[in-house]
């Protein structure tokens, strides 16, 4: 999977090594609940959640990055194209340890995320969902150049539906 640099990060594919910092993040009960995909704040949760992102990547050939600062080397969250089953559309998400959260990185990977879906998966549509109540990610998908396409049941929930088509010309 490619390694990308923006301005700011580093998108790496996330790695075994990546899981101190990770259950870290996860086990902000505030972090974790703004996720669609239902993950714990338990060390165990987080393993499972750190395993799917690698494991997607091995059956898909790509997944979530971790989300590194450039300056300091600093884990910072996750972030990146993801198509796991029922999913409906190929997607992009991105989660932060809150100490990050404020800072833009979630638009700066998560636009990184949307052109690397255009540009190297040919992608026609690029999706997000995203929890009722979940405001900073709303945000983000605005800034990202989404625009909310509907609301649907996702994982027993009813969730947001932000996305964009491949720009023309």
Same mark, same amino acid.
Do not use: N
């Given at each position: 999977m490619t390694v990308l640099e923006t301005e700011r990060l580093v998108l790496r594919p996330l790695t075994g090594d *990546?899981? #101190?910092d990770y259950a870290a993040m996860l086990a902000d009960p505030e972090v974790a609940g703004g996720l669609a995909e239902s993950v714990g704040t338990s060390a165990a949760d987080a393993w499972r959640s750190l #395993?799917?992102?690698i494991g997607h990547r091995e059956i898909r050939g790509f997944s979530h990055w971790a989300v590194v600062e450039k300056a300091t080397g600093r884990f910072a969250g996750r972030a990146g194209p993801w198509r796991p089953h029922?999913?409906?559309g190929l997607g992009v998400g991105w989660c932060l340890a809150r100490e990050h959260?404020?800072?833009? @990185?979630a638009s700066e990977a998560g636009r #990184?995320?949307?052109a690397y879906c255009f540009d190297r998966l040919g992608a026609d549509e690029v999706v997000s969902v995203i929890l009722h109540g979940n405001l900073r990610s709303i945000a983000v998908a605005e800034r990202i150049g989404h625009?909310? +396409?509907r *609301?649907?049941?996702y994982r027993n929930q009813t969730v947001h +539906? @932000?996305?964009q088509q491949r720009p023309t010309g």
């Open positions: *990546d899981f #101190a #395993a799917t992102f029922g999913f409906p959260w404020g800072k833009g @990185y #990184a995320a949307v625009r909310h +396409l *609301d649907i049941e +539906l @932000y996305g």
